[in-house]
Nanobody, 119 residues
């Protein structure tokens, strides 16, 4: 099983980025994005069920970020709009075999992709 995240970069405040995470090897019940800012603990951002019928978002990103999945190519997305400097972090995709989206004990993690938002 491998999760490969991409799409990070440098963007100005108010801009947009779209992260992708390709999952290979199998499918899972829950796919999620977490992030970790410098000196901070890793925190939950958003999660989606395999079918996409259940989604959850952290309050800090609700209304600005959208999580989506493509079952055809087993890819997880995170569309990030209206980015703020406080969104700066390394973003990780993750997958687990049950539906417990906010718990951080996921079975598999991607390598992370850096998002930097300048003011």
């Amino acid at each position: 099983v491998q999760l490969q995240a991409s799409g990070g970069g440098l963007v100005k405040a108010g801009g947009s980025l779209k992260l992708s995470c390709v999952a290979s090897g199998r499918t899972f019940s829950t796919y999620a994005w977490f992030r970790q800012a410098p000196g901070m603990e890793r925190e939950f951002v958003a999660a989606s069920s395999w079918r996409g019928d259940k989604k959850e978002y952290a309050d800090s990103v609700k209304g600005r970020f959208t999580i989506g999945r493509s079952n055809r190519d087993n890819t997880l997305y995170l569309q990030m709009n209206s980015l703020k400097p406080e969104d700066t972090a390394v973003y990780y995709c993750a997958a687990r075999t049950d539906w417990a989206p906010r718990r951080n004990d996921y079975n598999y993690w991607g390598q992370g992709t850096l998002v930097t938002v300048s003011s």
